[in-house]
C-alpha cells in the first residue's frame, strides 16, 4: 500500500490580471490603485476642511480681519498642489531606495538608475521623498506645513494599506515559500508581480496591509481622543514611524537577503525611518512646547487679548498680539 500524501493546503487565485476596457489592456491591480489613490485624496480633502488654519479657533470661523474671505480651515484645492508636489520626490526617493535594495548592481550599472524602463521603486523611500517634496510646497500655500502633515495621516495610512491590497490583486509581494494554512498561490494564466507565483508563500503584502491597518486603527483612536489637538505634524511623525516598524517586522516574511544580521537593506531603511521620525517628533514636541511657555509669558504682560503661540505663528513665525493687527502681505 502507498502511504498516505500529505497536501498542504493554500489559498489558490486562479483569475486573470488582465481586463479589457474599450479595447485597452488594462491590470486589475492598475485599477485597484488608481481607486486607492482616489479614495485617499477624498479622505484628505473631508479631513482638511476640518482642520483649522488657526488652531485658537474652530475650523470655518470667520476670519478676525473684516476684509478677509478665507475659512479657517485647509483649502481643499490646494490638496492638489500638495499630492501633486508629492510625486517627484516620491519618485526620486523610491528610485535611490530601490538603488540600494540593489546596490551591487547599480554600482556596476549607475547608467541604469534612471533608466525608467528598468527596475522599480522601493516604497519606504518614495515615502520620505514625497513627504520631502510634498512639505515643502505645503509650506508656501498660506498654512503651516504641520497642519497639512496633521490632515496627511490617516490618508497616507489608508493609501497605504489599501495600496498592499491592490498588489495583492496584482500577484505582486509574494513572501518566502511556505506551507501554512495562509499561503496563496496564483495559479491563473497571469502575467502575475512575483517570480514563481504558483508556489504557495507568505501573503506578505496581505501582512502588511493588516499591520498598516492596525496603525491606522491606533492613529484614528488617538486623534478621536484629542491627542494631537495642536496639529503641529506630530501625529504624522508617529504614524510613519508606527508603520516603518511595521513594515520592518512584516519584511521577515521577504524574500530578500539578509545585509546587517538578520535583516535586509529595506528592513534597516525602515528602521532609519522609524528612528528619525520619532526623533523629529521629541524636537517638534519640545520646540512646540518652549513656544507655548514663550506666549504664555508673553501673555502676562499684555491685556489678555495675547494668542502668542497659537495658529499660524505657533509653526514658528512672527506671534502678533491681534490677529487683527498683523498686516497684510
Given at each position: 500500500?502507498?502511504?498516505?500524501?500529505?497536501?498542504?493546503?493554500?489559498?489558490?487565485?486562479?483569475?486573470?490580471?488582465?481586463?479589457?476596457?474599450?479595447?485597452?489592456?488594462?491590470?486589475?491591480?492598475?485599477?485597484?490603485?488608481?481607486?486607492?489613490?482616489?479614495?485617499?485624496?477624498?479622505?484628505?480633502?473631508?479631513?482638511?476642511?476640518?482642520?483649522?488654519?488657526?488652531?485658537?479657533?474652530?475650523?470655518?470661523?470667520?476670519?478676525?480681519?473684516?476684509?478677509?474671505?478665507?475659512?479657517?480651515?485647509?483649502?481643499?484645492?490646494?490638496?492638489?498642489?500638495?499630492?501633486?508636489?508629492?510625486?517627484?520626490?516620491?519618485?526620486?526617493?523610491?528610485?535611490?531606495?530601490?538603488?540600494?535594495?540593489?546596490?551591487?548592481?547599480?554600482?556596476?550599472?549607475?547608467?541604469?538608475?534612471?533608466?525608467?524602463?528598468?527596475?522599480?521603486?522601493?516604497?519606504?523611500?518614495?515615502?520620505?521623498?514625497?513627504?520631502?517634496?510634498?512639505?515643502?510646497?505645503?509650506?508656501?500655500?498660506?498654512?503651516?506645513?504641520?497642519?497639512?502633515?496633521?490632515?496627511?495621516?490617516?490618508?497616507?495610512?489608508?493609501?497605504?494599506?489599501?495600496?498592499?491590497?491592490?498588489?495583492?490583486?496584482?500577484?505582486?509581494?509574494?513572501?518566502?515559500?511556505?506551507?501554512?494554512?495562509?499561503?496563496?498561490?496564483?495559479?491563473?494564466?497571469?502575467?502575475?508581480?512575483?517570480?514563481?507565483?504558483?508556489?504557495?508563500?507568505?501573503?506578505a503584502q496581505l501582512y502588511e496591509a493588516a499591520a498598516t491597518s492596525a496603525v491606522l486603527l491606533v492613529m484614528a483612536f488617538l486623534l478621536a481622543r484629542g491627542a494631537f489637538a495642536r496639529r503641529t505634524g506630530t501625529a504624522f511623525l508617529l504614524g510613519i514611524a508606527l508603520w516603518a516598524v511595521a513594515r520592518a517586522a512584516v519584511a521577515f516574511t521577504w524574500r530578500d537577503p539578509a545585509v546587517l544580521g538578520p535583516f535586509g537593506m529595506e528592513q534597516v531603511v525602515c528602521l532609519v525611518i522609524a528612528a528619525g521620525a520619532l526623533v523629529l517628533l521629541?524636537?517638534?514636541?519640545?520646540?512646540?512646547?518652549?513656544?507655548?511657555?514663550?506666549?504664555?509669558?508673553?501673555?502676562?504682560?499684555?491685556?489678555?487679548?495675547?494668542?502668542?503661540?497659537?495658529?499660524?505663528?505657533?509653526?514658528?513665525?512672527?506671534?502678533?498680539?491681534?490677529?487683527?493687527?498683523?498686516?497684510?502681505?
Amino acid at each position: 500500500m502507498l502511504p498516505p500524501v500529505t497536501v498542504h493546503p493554500f489559498i489558490p487565485f486562479a483569475y486573470s490580471p488582465i481586463v479589457l476596457i474599450g479595447g485597452f489592456a488594462v491590470r486589475l491591480d492598475t485599477i485597484a490603485l488608481a481607486l486607492v489613490i482616489l479614495a485617499s485624496l477624498v479622505v484628505a480633502a473631508r479631513i482638511a476642511r476640518r482642520t483649522p488654519v488657526d488652531v485658537a479657533r474652530s475650523p470655518d470661523e470667520a476670519g478676525e480681519d473684516p476684509d478677509a474671505e478665507e475659512p479657517n480651515h485647509l483649502r481643499a484645492d490646494d490638496l492638489l498642489y500638495v499630492a501633486v508636489a508629492a510625486l517627484p520626490g516620491a519618485v526620486i526617493g523610491g528610485r535611490l531606495g530601490y538603488a540600494l535594495l540593489h546596490l551591487d548592481y547599480y554600482q556596476a550599472n549607475p547608467a541604469a538608475l534612471l533608466d525608467p524602463t528598468q527596475g522599480g521603486l522601493a516604497l519606504s523611500m518614495a515615502v520620505v521623498g514625497g513627504f520631502i517634496t510634498a512639505s515643502v510646497v505645503a509650506g508656501l500655500l498660506g498654512a503651516p506645513a504641520g497642519r497639512w502633515m496633521h490632515a496627511a495621516v490617516l490618508p497616507v495610512l489608508l493609501g497605504l494599506a489599501a495600496g498592499k491590497v491592490a498588489m495583492a490583486i496584482g500577484g505582486s509581494g509574494q513572501g518566502l515559500p511556505w506551507d501554512g494554512q495562509w499561503a496563496t498561490a496564483y495559479l491563473g494564466p497571469g502575467p502575475w508581480g512575483s517570480p514563481a507565483p504558483e508556489i504557495p508563500a507568505h501573503p506578505a503584502q496581505l501582512y502588511e496591509a493588516a499591520a498598516t491597518s492596525a496603525v491606522l486603527l491606533v492613529m484614528a483612536f488617538l486623534l478621536a481622543r484629542g491627542a494631537f489637538a495642536r496639529r503641529t505634524g506630530t501625529a504624522f511623525l508617529l504614524g510613519i514611524a508606527l508603520w516603518a516598524v511595521a513594515r520592518a517586522a512584516v519584511a521577515f516574511t521577504w524574500r530578500d537577503p539578509a545585509v546587517l544580521g538578520p535583516f535586509g537593506m529595506e528592513q534597516v531603511v525602515c528602521l532609519v525611518i522609524a528612528a528619525g521620525a520619532l526623533v523629529l517628533l521629541v524636537v517638534a514636541a519640545g520646540a512646540d512646547a518652549a513656544r507655548r511657555r514663550r506666549g504664555g509669558a508673553a501673555a502676562e504682560g499684555t491685556d489678555g487679548a495675547g494668542r502668542a503661540g497659537e495658529g499660524p505663528a505657533g509653526e514658528g513665525e512672527a506671534s502678533w498680539p491681534d490677529p487683527s493687527s498683523r498686516p497684510r502681505i
